[in-house]
């Protein structure tokens, strides 16, 4: 990987310029002839200055080249478990070179910079999803701005899937990413990389991949439709725990339209040295499959981790004709809250 050293030799010399003049400084003097005594004496300090300047050298290299930085999405949650949550989240980054006291004093980045949280659950008003959803972006565009070389955001979500799904498609493919799921019961962290975009080249290796279509036979869901489309189209996404088959058929009726259901065909329970990524790919495969046969609009009822939810998300982008829909289980139903082509305003 490359090294930009224009970017190194400028972070060293504004944090070690006055040991880099006093190296030069002694090697002058000993040059120009000193007491053997003053010497020894110079030629200590300058190795003492020497061996500070190579660590510093070296870990200018490491962070201009690489840097992981977690991104925190929380919501609905109160200050116990948003403690908790970061927490176990530092955990997981600090054998990746994560040391949050260090990110403020090297780059300006503090915790608010890593976190999107709202205290209090979303509401039905789309408008507030939206706002958050553009949030998380704007943190990410100005994280990949500030920091310098190559950065890899790790994403670690506890919210709504829905509201994962437009975080996702506001991201698209830009960024080099690692996804982690929450599952209760591991050590030493309950937080598991599932999906991981973080290679840093296009295609199928990239971040890229999960734009590819899955060709059939699938492997993790079971897609039933009926013979003929209607113009809109109801879909239900049955991937985790809860099922909207029966939601979404009522709804489809209501307005006389055609439901799609896809199901998932590993228990409703995913685990995680499972393939993850080809689950989502086969998920968009069957949703951009349905826009590609003249479906004017997708509607969009999912029970997903919110892991998948952001992947299918990222590879659905802003411009696919999608409403995503949000399970309210105070009312049992399911409302509308984004729709994906109107994100960005």
Known sequence: ???????????????????????????????????????IFAALIAIVLVVDLIREVRTTIRLVREKHVPLIVIVGKGDDEFHAMVDDVWAVMAPLGFNEREFDADWDVERDDLVVRRESDLPRRPERWVELARRFERKVARLSARLQGRTVFHLFLNCPAALAVGMGALLGSRYEVVLHHLQRGVEPSPYVPVIDFSQGTPGPTGVQAVKRRAAPPYKFIAVEQPEDLTGEVFVSLHLAGHDPKGNVEALAAEKGLAAVHIRNTYGSVLSTDADWLRVAQEVVTELLGLVGRGVQRVHLCLSSPVVLAFAMGMALGTQSPITVYNWFAATREYRSVLELEHLRG
């Open 1 to 39: 990987m490359k090294t930009d050293w224009r970017q190194v030799t400028g972070r060293v010399w504004a944090r070690k310029w006055e040991a880099i003049l006093g190296i030069v400084g002694i090697a002058l003097a000993v040059g120009a002839g000193v007491p053997i005594y003053l010497g």
